[in-house]
Each structure stands twice: as C-alpha cells, then as structure tokens.
Nanobody, 121 residues
Framework: QVQLVESGGGLVQPGGSLRLSCVAS????????MAWYRQAPGKQRELVTA???????HYADSVKGRFTISRDNAKNTVYLQMNSLKPEDTAVYYC???????????????WGQGTQVTVSS
C-alpha cells in the first residue's frame, strides 16, 4: 500500500524559513512528478511547485525566488525549502504524486495527509 507522509510544518515568524519533507512508501514502481499544494482557510487548494524525476521544476508566481523544491529519487522523497515566509503563505501543505505500482498498471494519484504551516508574529 502506497502512502505519502509529510513532515516539517510549524509556526514561524514572517521572514523565517521552514523545510518540508514528503516520503512516498510502499510498493512503488515509478514516480514521475512530485508536487506540493497548499490550501488556506476559505480558499481552494492551489499548486505551489512541482518537480519531475529528471529535475525539471515549476513554481507558482507567488513563491518564485523564495521556495525551492528538490527530490531524492532513491529515497522517493521530495523537499520544499521555504524562505522569506509571509503571513499569506499560511496554509496546510499537501504532497501529491501520481505513482505507478507496477509496469502493468496505470498511475494512480496519491495525496499526503497535509502539514500545517503558520506564518505569524
């Protein structure tokens, strides 16, 4: 059974930094893209950033230059380094990845349980 488990959230002051991690575990054949989404209270879930297995990245305009996504393919782990955090970054952050469990099966979309990031003085 495949699971995505996030860690690293917390409370940080404006201008501070946090590093999130997400580990995919279970019977995994391949993972192409790994992504971070976030959902603030009363708002829709939005894509923050994504990275392919080859290292190509995409960032939402709101986080460009402040957030950095990286991954360790051997460990099926994706990281999100968040610097210069702002109160508007406050949200639950979710890890997401379409994962293939065998060569004969199609990818299935998996989500983590989410980790709270609060930016406040």
């Amino acid at each position: 059974q495949v699971q995505l488990v996030e860690s690293g959230g917390g409370l940080v002051q404006p201008g501070g930094s946090l590093r999130l991690s997400c580990v995919a575990s279970g019977s995994i054949f391949s993972i192409n893209v790994m992504a971070w989404y976030r959902q603030a209270p009363g708002k829709q879930r939005e894509l923050v950033t994504a990275i392919t297995s080859g290292g190509s990245t995409h960032y939402a305009d709101s986080v460009k230059g402040r957030f950095t996504i990286s991954r360790d393919n051997a460990k099926n782990t994706v990281y999100l380094q968040m610097n210069s955090l702002k109160p508007e970054d406050t949200a639950v952050y979710y890890c997401q990845a379409p994962i293939r469990v065998s060569l004969s099966q199609y990818e299935r979309n998996y989500w983590g349980q989410g980790t709270q990031v609060t930016v406040s003085s």
